[in-house]
């Protein structure tokens, strides 16, 4: 028996790195060949170094270059590793060939100013308009603060290309000599540079020598780094994405590596195994990933990760990122997953700046009209303490994150990064939040769509003072220092935020010495490893949730099927399977499930593949007849089903909760050939199948199932391992749509998620099966033996302590099956006659592994959180009353006794902040 069960090495071996800023040192390049790998920078223009010398070619592909002309007449601006990325850095390279130049060929318009790939019609953008910041590819904008790092002058005459708004800084290839940095004096006798001092005195020296100009700068992150403060050999912040893997592209390869990030299944299927030991582990090593690739310089540090908004409507777009709809699970993930990212070998260093997203109640993207930049959330304060806040407060006070990310609706009329109220006196002063806050990217100049600032210098000064540190996007910068400049800002507010932020940067261990780093030595060899392979395809087994299996049709055995029919347009699928927000991944174009189960078969079981729909929105049928030749002739067929980021993604709720296109006719089709069928689903947000529920014999969840997806389906299709993962969310029927999207209560018109929902669910929170049996009972001694006859009491007082555990219940778990499996042990909590509870909620959770004939026991432990109840002017209190707990088929009552316990008290921190009323 194994308790949190992971079938994989419990220890891993992860060495850390960190490698110091310190720009390359590039030696003037007069007379010499330049390094076919330099990094394209600004710096100060100067008509003596030939790497600002530059011709622009054109006359159509091939020939629209912009070559290095006196340094090196054979080398051009390229754009590195031919990517099509956001982010993709800029270097120097030797003239390709063609047909290889497509990422050498730009074009200059000197109506907008913008240089252009022609590759991906992205503009070359410099991260901010001071000398040492980074040059990158970046989709072309009109915004007015990004738009001016991609106006560029060239001069034919002097060769110089230099920013528009800043002609005393030049695109550099190579010639600027060695930038300053904290091994250069004077700075290395600067206190922040003395890696031995105190962070808080190493940024009390540094903050003063900021002007106001580059102050602001410094707060902003878009695209996705602040450029740093070249002239005091601060480096630039790189921010980046790791919600289930590291955003980017692939490093250098090492042997047996593919040298890209490992896409691990996302936060919904994670969340699907109930298993925090699985999602610490994952966090380790996406960690450790980013470290390795951030020194290729292909990230940043300060990872906007987890996702951990609620999957309150199924419609919603981007449901596939977080861990459910659950407050409580939610809460159990992200203690555990943004410590892994943080947490390393070495108390002195951070390994990673975790950020929560989306603060707060944001769960809509564009539907009915409006869209997330413009929607006004109006939701109760009851709904705000009891549900959408309790994951960002574990966020602060169990995992203690160091960033969490604002969002772009408002609510209740103030948009997120403006509401001093939720940012500054609730998530600061009470939770006792200690990092800095950072908006979604935009979402400052959304101030102005929600009615809310007047223009861009005062959006900015409304989102320093609404506790928003950095901006995402192109309004700080110069509207900010404008704000303090014009007298709409206090500079004092303006240095608190900057204090934050360069606190985080130090404690990354930036500008420190490489030889005191715990991480210098994490490189290509850490990244797509076999540990991480492994631990990918352990984590879609146990995901994996069986949703019908009518007389035992599966597991399928190879001794009785023979011939087996694949059919449908999620069979051999690849990138769908990454779902959104992953890196770029070269794997799994060879593990879907029609790779995976021809290379695990060959030749001992005959695979009939037939794609029947080109993609699973569309409506042609015309292969139909050829899927159901296929279905009849063999022993069963698979039908793969589902969604893409077509249907469901950032930017794209569904208008409906059922199978897009002509896919619920190509099961009934199939199924009339083929009685013993099996669907297989691909997807995020639930989907509503009553048809398929109701005539299919077998139903597996795959959800979106990373990298080793196809793998880990035909392991369980096949019996290798048994399916163990529970719904992390409810499964309604298709009517459920005729309740708004824009009704954020939980409780009213049938209600929402399991806590409240009246209506018929096809499978409820927490459903799966197994292949096995499991059986519970209370163990002997412990609450809950007697069930209802023995009515346990406990006071108000103790069963309001964390550090007490009074409410701890010891289920005694047995596999009565004939076959090994895992089985996630869920406590649920009811409360008896109290006004507006909900129907019940987790509590608590426990995860065993037996083999057949095996016993256990799970302590499950019922916390003040869930235990306490919240009225509807938002005070959340334990209170006395009538309890049941249910685990499986048990169940066993307890008593409160005693005064209400005060938990939060949402009115008294409105009184202390000077508000009353809605928030």
Known sequence: MRVDEWRLPMVLLLVMLFTPWVFASHADSLGKKVDPHTKIQLWECSADLSGHTWSMQTGGYPNNRIILQAADPEVCLDIDKWSNSSGAT????????????????????????????????????????????????????????TGALQQWIYNASSGQIYLKNNSQVCLDAGSSGT??????????????????????????????????????????????????????????????????????????????????????PHALGLSATFNRTLWTLVGE???????????????????????????????????????????????????????????GDDPRYLKLISSCKHFSA??????????????????????????????????????????????????????????????NEIVRNEWGFEGFFVSDCGAIGNFLAHNYSNSSEMASRDGIEGGTDVNCGGNYGGNLANAVNDGLLAEPLLDASVRRVMEAMFRLGYMDPGDQQPYLQLSSKDVDTAHGRQLALEVAHQMIVLLKNEDGILPLSQGTVKTVALIGPQANTTQALLSNYHGTNTLVESHSILTAMTKKFGSTVKIQYVEALSDPASTDTSKFSQAADAAKSSDVAIVCVGLTEHEESEGRDRDHLTLPGAQDELVQNVLKAQPKTVVVLINGGPLAIESIKESVPAIVEAFYPGELGGDAVTDVLFGEVNPSG????????????????????????????????????????????????????????????????????????????????????????KNTGTVAGADSVLGFLKSSGQPDAPIRELFDFGRVYLEAGESCVVHLTVGPQVLSLTDSSGIQSVRSGKYVVEVGDLRAAFEVYG??????????????????GTS
């Open 90 to 145: 800029l270097h120097a390279y030797t003239l390709n060939p063609a047909p290889r130049a497509y990422n050498q060929q730009f074009k200059y318009d000197p109506d907008t100013y913008n240089i252009v790939s022609l590759m991906n019609k992205f503009c070359v953008t410099a991260s901010s308009s001071f000398a040492g910041s980074t040059v990158q590819m970046y989709p072309c904008t009109p915004e007015k603060a």
């Open 179 to 264: 930038v300053a940095n904290c091994t250069t004096a004077p700075f290395s006798s600067y206190t922040y540079c003395n890696s031995s001092m105190p962070i808080p005195d190493r940024v009390h020296d540094l903050l003063p020598r900021l002007s106001v100009a580059e102050k602001a700068q410094f707060l902003v992150a878009a695209p996705h780094t602040n450029g740093g403060v070249p002239r005091l050999g601060v480096p630039p912040f790189l921010y980046g994405e790791c919600l289930h893997g590291a955003r980017c592209d692939c490093g250098e390869a090492a042997p047996g590596s593919t040298g890209c990030p490992t896409s691990f």
């Open 285 to 343: 090593t996406v960690s450790t990933e980013v470290r390795a690739l951030f020194n290729q310089g292909q990230i940043g540090l300060a990872m906007w990760a987890p996702d951990i908004n609620l999957f309150r409507d199924p419609r919603w777009g981007r449901g596939q990122e977080v861990p459910g709809e659950d407050p409580y699970l939610t809460a159990e993930y992200v203690a555990h997953y943004s410590r892994a990212l943080q947490e």
């Open 362 to 423: 944001y769960d809509m993207e564009n539907w009915g009209g409006s869209s997330r930049h413009n929607f006004n959330a109006i939701v109760s304060e009851q709904d705000l303490v009891e549900y959408y806040w309790v994951p960002f407060r574990s966020c602060v006070e169990q995992a203690h994150a160091k960033s969490i990310m604002c969002s772009y609706n408002a609510v209740n009329g103030i948009p997120s990064c403006a509401n001093s109220l939720f940012q």
């Open 726 to 813: 529970r719904l992390p969310y409810t499964i309604y029927p298709a009517d459920y749509i005729k309740r708004s999207f824009f009704d954020m209560s939980l409780r009213d018109n049938g209600g929402c998620t399991y806590q409240h929902y009246t209506g018929n669910a096809l499978w409820e929170f927490g459903y799966g099966l197994s292949y096995t049996t499991f059986n519970y009972t209370w163990s002997a001694g412990s609450i809950g033996a007697d069930g209802n006859d023995g009515m346990y009491r406990v006071h108000s007082s103790l069963a309001a302590s964390v550090s007490d555990t009074p409410l701890m219940y010891t289920v005694s778990v």
């Open 899 to 916: 005064p209400d316990v005060e938990l939060f008290n949402l009115p008294e921190v409105k009184r202390r902040f000077g508000m009353q």
